[in-house]
């Protein structure tokens, strides 16, 4: 048996509600799930567990800041690069310090890159040297001002 798409199935209001409540807490319980929802613990694992072979849940993640070490300023930056070795300038960026995510976009820039530094200053740097690769046309910089989630 092969995995299914997301998109071959519709999703009903059910995997909705759990995929809202795992989005917002991904060690919930399959008991409480189950109870959030109105199903069993047993319904609600073999929902989860068909949702995560479908591909619809791709995996849970802990974030973890270590005391002291919060970074106080986070960037993301767009940027527009001209060379053929995309995969090259990848490993490039994401040897820098503070290079914490880096995804290929659509639209206007090629990649998206989230920053993360100690300081103005450390960013500043990180920014400077992306600039001042020669693959680099064109960067934007959103500073993150408050994170939510």
């Known amino acids: 048996m092969c995995a299914v798409s997301p998109t071959d199935r519709q999703l009903d209001d059910l995997d909705r509600k ?3 409540l795992l989005a917002a807490d991904g060690r919930a319980s399959m008991a409480d799930l189950g109870r959030a929802v109105g199903l069993s613990r047993t319904a609600v694992l073999a ?3 068909r949702l995560e072979r479908e591909g619809v849940v791709r995996g849970y993640h802990a974030e973890i800041v270590l005391p002291g070490s919060e970074a106080a300023h986070r960037a993301r930056v767009g940027i527009v690069i001209r060379t053929p070795d995309v995969a090259g300038y990848v490993r490039r960026l994401s040897a820098l310090p503070g290079v914490t995510g880096i995804e290929t976009v659509t639209g206007e820039y090629d990649l998206m890159v989230l920053v993360t530094a100690s ?4 960013l500043d740097a990180v920014l400077d040297g992306i600039q001042g690769w020669r693959e680099t046309v064109r ?4 500073v993150v001002l408050t994170r939510y989630r």
Do not use: D, I, P, Y
């Open 18 to 20: 759990v995929l809202a």
């Open 47 to 49: 929902r989860v567990q």
């Open 119 to 122: 300081s103005a200053g450390e």
């Open 139 to 142: 960067t934007t910089t959103w």
